[in-house]
Nanobody, 125 residues
Framework: VQLQAFGGGLVQAGASLRLSCVAC????????MAWFRQAPGKEREFVAA????????SYADSVKGRFAIHKDNAGNTVTLQMSSLKPEDSAVYFCAAGRQVISSSIERHQAYHYWGQGTQVTVSS
């Protein structure tokens, strides 16, 4: 199983950025896909997730209304469209896949079995 995340970069506050994560080696449709992020000196935190059946999505309060996750089962890809970026959004962003994620565990990194290598997002003020 391999998750390859890309699309990070250096942008100014207020800009938009789109992250992508391509998965291979797993039954993509059977997995809940998520994005987490980790800033220096901080714990990894949940950003967004789309359930495996694509019926619902979940977002951290800090990104609601600004970020949008989309799981493309045909392309084995999950994207994170980020808008109105703020300096506090700066972090390494990781995509993750979990097969038995339930609502109560969707924000817990322990619920996800596979992780990508991370892509750096830096937002300047």
């Amino acid at each position: 199983v391999q998750l390859q995340a890309f699309g990070g970069g250096l942008v100014q506050a207020g800009a938009s950025l789109r992250l992508s994560c391509v998965a291979c080696g797993l039954a993509f449709r059977s997995y809940t896909m998520a994005w987490f992020r980790q800033a220096p000196g901080k714990e990894r935190e949940f950003v967004a997730a789309e359930f495996r059946d694509s019926r619902s999505r979940s977002y951290a309060d800090s990104v609601k209304g600004r970020f949008a996750i989309h799981k493309d089962n045909a392309g084995n890809t999950v994207t994170l469209q980020m808008s109105s970026l703020k300096p506090e959004d700066s972090a390494v962003y990781f995509c993750a896949a979990g097969r038995q994620v339930i609502s109560s565990s969707i924000e817990r990194h322990q619920a996800y079995h596979y992780w990508g290598q991370g892509t750096q997002v830096t937002v300047s003020s």
